[in-house]
T-cell receptor, first 114, second 113 residues
Framework: GAGVSQTPSNKVTEKGKYVELRCDPI?????LYWYRQSLGQGPEFLIY????????DSGLPNDRFFAVRPEGSVSTLKIQRTERGDSAVYLC????????????FGEGSRLTVL | KQEVTQIPAALSVPEGENLVLNCSFT??????LQWFRQDPGKGLTSLLL?????REQTSGRLNASLDKSSGRSTLYIAASQPGDSATYLC????????????FGGGTRLMVKP
């Protein structure tokens, strides 16, 4: 596609439920990033993929969060046993190079945990 | 740990003014710095990317400068327009600590007609 696509754009769930957020990067981009943005703040890094592997997952807050990119393109961020504090906008970005390239962001998935 | 600060947090100016947004970072060993624009409820749009070896980058009415040694970058917007109203974010990438960007909190800009 022309840009980074994220689905769903909005997700409302109840505390304790499981959630999946999907990111479809720009075609041909090898690097993929997930960030989380709370209201009024800058995005915070979660995880970075080079191809299929997670090159850096140091930003994942705890083991309830997990992300995959099985074929080196689409990525899914998975959140188990959601908590109210997980409510935020989850942003995905891709880059045409593996190292230090310009990032292109999607519109984000807004997650609300009731 | 890299910390990025943006001042001011919010700015309101009349149309036509030239303005400067500031970004400071604590670790000067950066690889590059990127400025983004974010409209309400939207994702981030890349404006300018400055490599550590560069002093500035220009795109249209935008000019971004980088002073790595002092840990500062500025985004200059010439002849501001109401359509420039948005949140502007700067982000730095360290040269020796992975490939992630560390973001500032942003400057919310309002340009009044």
């Amino acid at each position: 596609g022309a840009g980074v696509s994220q689905t769903p754009s909005n997700k409302v769930t109840e505390k304790g439920k499981y959630v999946e957020l999907r990111c479809d990067p720009i075609s041909g981009h090898t690097a993929l990033y997930w960030y989380r943005q709370s209201l009024g703040q800058g995005p915070e890094f979660l995880i970075y993929f080079q191809g299929t592997g997670a090159a850096d997952d140091s930003g994942l807050p705890n083991d309830r969060f997990f992300a995959v990119r099985p074929e080196g393109s689409v990525s899914t961020l998975k959140i188990q046993r959601t908590e109210r504090g997980d409510s935020a906008v989850y942003l995905c970005a891709s880059s045409p190079t593996d190292w230090a390239g310009e990032l292109f962001f999607g519109e984000g998935s807004r997650l609300t945990v009731l | 740990k890299q910390e990025v600060t943006q001042i001011p947090a919010a700015l309101s100016v009349p149309e036509g003014e030239n303005l400067v947004l500031n970004c400071s970072f604590t670790d000067s060993a950066i690889y590059n710095l990127q400025w983004f624009r974010q409209d309400p409820g939207k994702g981030l749009t890349s404006l300018l990317l400055i490599q550590s070896s560069q002093r500035e980058q220009t795109s249209g009415r935008l000019n971004a400068s980088l002073d790595k040694s002092s840990g500062r970058s500025t985004l200059y917007i010439a002849a501001s327009q109401p359509g420039d109203s948005a949140t502007y974010l700067c982000a730095v990438r360290l040269g020796n600590a992975g490939n992630m960007l560390t973001f500032g909190g942003g400057t919310r800009l309002m340009v009044k007609p």
